[in-house]
Nanobody, 121 residues
Framework: QVQLVESGGGLVQGGGSLRLSCAAS????????MGWFRRAPGKEREFVAA????????DYADPVKGRFTISRDNAKNTVYLRMNNLKPEDTAVYYC??????????????WGQGTQVTVSS
């Protein structure tokens, strides 16, 4: 069965950094685009970043451009999200997903359970 397991979340001060990881199993990892999404309290889930199956075409939501970097290691079946210069508005549960390259959550077939990121001011 497919599993996506996120890790690396936590509490950080504004301006700090975190690196999220998402380890995949039960699927041909290199056959899927990977995405990161987040859901802030009281808000809808939103797109954060996506990367194609080969590691090319990284793309980002406007609020995180220049601060976040998505990458993947197909040998380790893992996708990463490096988050720098974190802001309180980045506070959310972060989810990784596997599916078709897109900004839209409906195109992703598999989802992790999420990891909490809290940024203090």
């Amino acid at each position: 069965q497919v599993q996506l397991v996120e890790s690396g979340g936590g509490l950080v001060q504004g301006g700090g950094s975190l690196r999220l990881s998402c380890a995949a199993s039960g699927l041909t990892f290199s056959g899927y685009a990977m995405g990161w999404f987040r859901r802030a309290p009281g808000k809808e889930r939103e797109f954060v970043a996506a990367i194609s199956w080969s590691g090319g075409r990284p793309d980002y939501a406007d609020p995180v451009k220049g601060r976040f970097t998505i990458s993947r290691d197909n040998a380790k079946n893992t996708v990463y999200l490096r988050m720098n210069n974190l802001k309180p508005e980045d506070t959310a549960v972060y989810y990784c997903a596997a599916g078709r390259y897109s900004h839209y959550d409906g195109t992703y077939d598999y989802w992790g359970q999420g990891t909490q990121v809290t940024v203090s001011s």
